[in-house]
């Protein structure tokens, strides 16, 4: 499959993250995500990062990132990791800011998304005394 904006490294790559990772939806796929730029990319700019752990199709507009796809389309969109060690997740979120996004936006994260459950534990522990 050709798989627009995206060089065949990336493409490799992606694939290499879909096979192993633990938390995936059919929203994950390439195949989808290439559907979604087909029909709503007008506009917006397309980047791909990735660390050892983590791999995040972003879409930009405004100074604005999120996950390739939409809020109103999208059941469940999260980034792709390979397990659930989080100690590279912040070297990803640099990753992301260093293309000088003022917002990152996550939407449509499933509730059981140990992105979610990392996140809240993380700032739960900053806010209790």
């Known amino acids: ?11 490799n790559i992606w694939e290499s993250f879909l096979k192993k990772s633990t938390e995936k939806t059919p929203y994950d796929q390439m195949i989808w995500k290439n559907n979604w730029i087909n029909h709503f ?28 796809g939409d809020k109103d389309i999208v059941d469940y969109n999260n980034l792709l990791s390979i397990n659930q060690n989080f100690s590279k997740f912040e070297e990803i979120l640099d990753q992301v800011f260093s ?5 990152f936006q996550i939407f449509s994260i499933s509730e059981n998304s140990s992105l979610i459950h990392y996140y809240v534990m993380k700032n739960c522990k900053k806010n209790i005394p």
């Open 41 to 68: 990319s007008n506009g917006y700019k397309f980047e791909y990062l990735y660390n050892e752990d983590f791999f995040v199709p972003l879409k930009i507009k405004d100074s604005i990132a999120s996950i390739i």
């Open 1 to 11: 499959m050709e798989f627009f904006l995206a060089s065949s490294d990336i493409v």
């Open 99 to 103: 293309l000088n996004i003022k917002i």
